[in-house]
């Protein structure tokens, strides 16, 4: 694989009707049609909306099949190098983190989302080559933060969480690019040891209730797993690859959450952000035409942190999750139409073989 030119791969989720929809009785508006999608207008049944993408998953998608599409793809594409990003966009309620983080428990795991099958998969696929080569060497290190009300918090480190206000500054590295200042990097050697820390940092993250989810993911979350190989035969051979899992705090009408107060001041900000990436999103489609505009990734935090997973050294793929009920038409459209403009962006990822040389002094 070298320097490929790729689009944002776009995946569409519908989970099926919560429990207040149900009770509602609320009309489903959200049919499958091959790699497409069609959504009704309960208002109007004549002003039909048909999407195509690169994968669509119903309601009765399970999990694994959510693994095979979307986040088996990335690790092998973080095996060979590759930078790789997964982010979750949707409404509060969609079923980001159901997705990303799943459920624990259930029969031999099922529940399980993206990305503790992504840790488990990870280390397999470590020993596999391990032992098949021993001349092959690998370095895990992650790190997981959050953006919480456009300040960044190490959601890896106690003290950090305690001081809440002192946030962590966002650098860019001439190789290593995009990075948070004093973040904690932790070295992982088993599905285990990265599990606790990624139940630590989920166990800090900012939630709070509002009246589409109980417990809603109030911050937008990057895990980021680096994988340092070294081949100890052929140098050159050795790669890095930093696969970023994010999970992006629910998009939201202020009516329709019944926010008040500090849930209000965070609605504020995800907004913010939230059209930061837009805009973002826009100026990239124009690129992708050809046409010379200025991308604002400064415009956020979150923008700058996702710089290089939408315009930069990244594979990247995108899952929008959405309510198939008719009273979330007008954010399942704005979900859609959203997820619909990413799939024009191109992606120029470079197989990071400068990177891992640096990174090698931190293997020594
Ligand atoms: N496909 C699905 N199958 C079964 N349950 C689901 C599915 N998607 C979501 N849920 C359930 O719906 C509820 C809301 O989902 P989740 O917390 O993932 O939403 P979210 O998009 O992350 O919301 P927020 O932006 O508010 O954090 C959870 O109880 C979750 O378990």
Same mark, same amino acid.
């Given at each position: 694989?070298?320097?490929?030119?790729?689009?944002?791969?776009?995946?569409?989720?519908?989970?099926?009707?919560?429990?207040?929809?149900?009770?509602?009785?609320?009309? @489903?508006?959200?049919?499958?049609?091959? =790699? &497409?999608?069609?959504?009704?207008? %309960?208002?109007?049944?004549? *002003?039909?909306?048909?999407?195509? $993408?690169?994968?669509?998953?119903? %309601?009765?998608?399970?999990?694994?099949?959510?693994?095979?599409?979307?986040?088996?793809?990335?690790?092998?594409?973080? $095996? !060979?190098?590759?930078?790789?990003?997964?982010?979750?966009?949707?409404?509060?309620?969609?079923?980001?983190?159901?997705?990303?983080?799943?459920?624990?428990? &259930?029969?031999?795991?099922?529940?399980?989302?993206?990305?503790?099958?992504?840790?488990?998969?990870?280390?397999?696929?470590? &020993?596999?080559?391990?032992?098949?080569?021993?001349?092959?060497?690998?370095?895990?290190? @992650?790190?997981?933060?959050?953006?919480?009300?456009?300040?960044?918090? *190490?959601?890896?480190?106690?003290?950090?969480?305690?001081?809440?206000?002192?946030? +962590?500054?966002?650098?860019?590295?001439?190789?290593?690019?995009?990075?948070?200042?004093?973040?904690?990097?932790?070295?992982?050697?088993? %599905?285990?040891?990265?599990?606790? +820390?990624? *139940?630590? &940092?989920?166990?800090?993250?900012?939630?709070?209730?509002?009246?589409?989810?109980?417990?809603?993911?109030?911050?937008?979350?990057?895990?980021?797993?680096?994988?340092?190989?070294?081949?100890?035969?052929?140098?050159?051979?050795?790669? $890095?690859?930093?696969?970023?899992?994010?999970?992006?705090?629910?998009?939201?009408?202020?009516?329709?959450?019944?926010?008040?107060?500090?849930?209000?001041?965070?609605?504020?900000?995800?907004?913010?952000?939230?059209?930061?990436?837009?805009?973002?999103?826009?100026?990239?489609?124009?690129?992708?035409?050809?046409?010379?505009?200025?991308?604002?990734?400064?415009?956020?935090?979150?923008?700058?942190? +996702?710089?290089?997973?939408?315009?930069?050294?990244?594979?990247?793929?995108?899952? !929008?999750?959405?309510?198939?009920?008719?009273?979330? $038409?007008? =954010?399942? +459209?704005?979900?859609?139409?959203?997820?619909?403009?990413?799939?024009?962006?191109?992606?120029? !990822?470079?197989?990071?073989?400068? !990177?891992?040389?640096?990174?090698?002094?931190?293997?020594?």
């Amino acid at each position: 694989m070298s320097n490929p030119v790729e689009n944002i791969r776009v995946a569409i989720r519908c989970r099926g009707f919560n429990e207040k929809e149900r009770k509602a009785g609320d009309k @489903c508006i959200f049919s499958v049609e091959n =790699e &497409g999608v069609c959504l009704v207008n %309960p208002e109007n049944p004549t *002003d039909v909306h048909r999407f195509g $993408f690169d994968h669509v998953f119903g %309601p009765e998608a399970q999990q694994h099949e959510l693994w095979d599409q979307v986040g088996k793809p990335a690790l092998d594409k973080a $095996f !060979a190098g590759f930078n790789t990003t997964i982010f979750a966009y949707g409404q509060t309620g969609s079923g980001k983190t159901f997705s990303m983080q799943g459920v624990q428990g &259930g029969a031999d795991g099922e529940l399980a989302g993206i990305i503790p099958r992504m840790n488990e998969a990870l280390f397999a696929r470590v &020993g596999a080559e391990t032992a098949a080569n021993p001349d092959i060497h690998f370095l895990v290190t @992650c790190s997981y933060f959050e953006i919480y009300n456009e300040v960044v918090y *190490d959601l890896l480190d106690p003290d950090n969480r305690k001081n809440k206000g002192a946030g +962590l500054e966002i650098r860019e590295h001439t190789v290593l690019g995009i990075y948070v200042k004093g973040l904690q990097e932790m070295v992982v050697d088993t %599905p285990k040891k990265l599990q606790a +820390l990624i *139940d630590q &940092g989920m166990a800090s993250r900012t939630v709070g209730s509002t009246a589409m989810n109980d417990t809603s993911s109030r911050s937008h979350s990057v895990l980021s797993v680096k994988l340092h190989q070294r081949d100890a035969s052929d140098a050159a051979r050795s790669t $890095f690859a930093k696969l970023n899992l994010v999970d992006l705090a629910g998009s939201e009408r202020q009516k329709s959450t019944g926010a008040a107060g500090a849930r209000l001041r965070e609605g504020a900000n995800i907004n913010k952000s939230l059209s930061a990436l837009g805009n973002v999103i826009n100026a990239l489609v124009e690129v992708a035409k050809g046409r010379k505009v200025f991308v604002p990734y400064r415009n956020s935090k979150l923008t700058r942190v +996702l710089q290089e997973s939408l315009g930069g050294n990244s594979l990247t793929a995108m899952l !929008a999750a959405v309510s198939p009920a008719a009273c979330n $038409f007008a =954010e399942t +459209l704005s979900t859609l139409q959203y997820a619909s403009r990413a799939k024009a962006i191109q992606l120029r !990822a470079v197989k990071n073989e400068e !990177a891992s040389q640096v990174c090698m002094h931190m293997m020594k």
